[in-house]
């Protein structure tokens, strides 16, 4: 098979092989199955940038590198009825998001709204599981992270900001929810990983070098963003014409939000890197708010709105060539429902990590592309 080949596994199977790894690293089962459900609902709403390819690259060497803990202390440092304060202690993000997230739904329950803020942690996966979460439970969410810099503010070449997603995720009465899950870059890490790991040059305007000319090789882009050379471009693009200014104001807000109200660690200081070179844990910030809408309307009445509203969006009149426009979360419903049939495509790149994880951590498994 070539780089860019694929071969398909069931959504159960990489979810139970996750869960595996995860606990040979140390994981325990609890929270193993926790991190494995994370990543593979990235998977099935097809954001393969955030799924099984990077249990290894991401999250398994870097607990074997010291710099995230197996041990999750999810620490609630302040409360008070509606909000919450909470210390990860670098452990897994996953589990981290999960509980603060529930804490969130929880508080609204009670209270019409809830806030947790987290510091200390590390990176929770995909943003829109959370917004899920709520959205499950009739509640609106705002959730955000903060993250290793990335971006160039406007005007500038410098990576200071992370990728530093604000997703919004609601219930409707359709079949899937409304979650708008993007980052504040014109484009994040991840997809860049992405493009590396299939050999595909990017599209010019996602990465800018310290000239603030293009980069299009995926892998100068990734090895620019760790040593600095490179900057992603916040949403909009380069300068002030597209607008780039607003995806760096947003970036700039969920910043703020993950780290001034935890009192947790921004911007440089998030890169994960000491003065001689060593890696350290990156004491990652989030934020997670709930709202009841209860607390407003009848469930019922709030989603049908929402439903409308959503319908006669994409009832409007199309572009020319154009045969249908999407709302937030349909593209992920429909790659869900295809690969519910077909299973999670896997290349050639990701096979070998998953392999490779495999066989390091001593995990019994066979792959069904091995049988």
Not at 12 to 27: I, P, Q, W
Not at 165 to 190: H, K, N, W
Not at 343 to 357: C, D, E, F, K
Request: net charge neutral; aromatic share 8%; glycine share 12%.
């Amino acid at each position: 098979m070539g780089q860019n080949e694929v071969v398909y596994a069931a959504f159960d199977e990489m979810r139970e092989f996750m869960r595996k790894a995860f606990a040979a690293a140390g994981v325990s089962p609890e929270d193993a199955a926790v991190c494995a459900d994370v990543l593979i609902e990235s998977d099935k709403r097809g954001i393969d940038s955030h799924g099984v390819g990077r249990l290894k690259p991401i999250y398994l060497d870097r607990i074997r590198e010291g710099i995230q803990r197996v041990k999750t202390n999810f620490e609630v440092v302040r409360e008070t009825p509606t909000t919450a304060v909470i210390d990860g202690h670098d452990g897994m993000g996953h589990v981290i998001g999960v509980r603060a997230m529930g804490m969130a739904v929880a508080k609204a329950r009670a209270c019409g709204m809830g806030m947790t803020v987290v510091r200390n942690s590390t990176h929770y996966g995909i943003a829109g599981y959370y917004a899920l979460m709520a959205a499950r439970e009739n509640m609106i969410c705002f959730t955000g992270t903060n993250a290793r810099p990335s971006i160039a503010p406007t005007f500038g070449v410098e990576n200071m900001l992370g990728t530093n997603p604000l997703t919004i995720g609601f219930p409707t009465d359709e079949d899937f929810p409304f979650v708008l899950d993007c980052a504040t870059s014109i484009t994040q890490r991840g997809k860049i990983e992405h493009y590396a790991r299939i050999n595909k040059a990017m599209p010019a305007g996602w990465v800018i070098d310290r000239t603030g000319a293009a980069v299009t090789d995926p892998n100068a882009a990734l090895q620019g963003l760790v040593d600095g050379g490179c900057a992603l471009c916040p949403l909009g693009g380069i300068g002030d014409e597209l607008a780039g200014y607003k995806g760096y104001g947003y970036a700039a807000v969920v910043e703020v939000l993950s780290a001034a109200l935890q009192g947790g660690i921004f911007l440089k200081a998030l890169g994960g890197v000491n003065s001689d070179g060593s890696h350290r844990p990156y004491h990652l910030g989030h934020f997670f708010m709930a709202i009841d809408v209860a607390a407003f309307t009848e469930p019922a009445a709030f989603k049908k709105t929402a439903g409308d509203i959503l319908r006669e969006l994409r009832a409007s009149k199309k572009a020319r060539g154009q045969d249908r426009i999407y709302t937030a979360g349909e593209k992920e419903y429909l790659a869900f429902v295809e690969r519910s049939k077909t299973g999670i495509p896997i290349n050639r790149a990701v096979r070998a990590s998953l392999t490779a994880a495999r066989d390091e951590y001593r995990v019994e498994h066979v792959f069904s592309w091995e049988k």
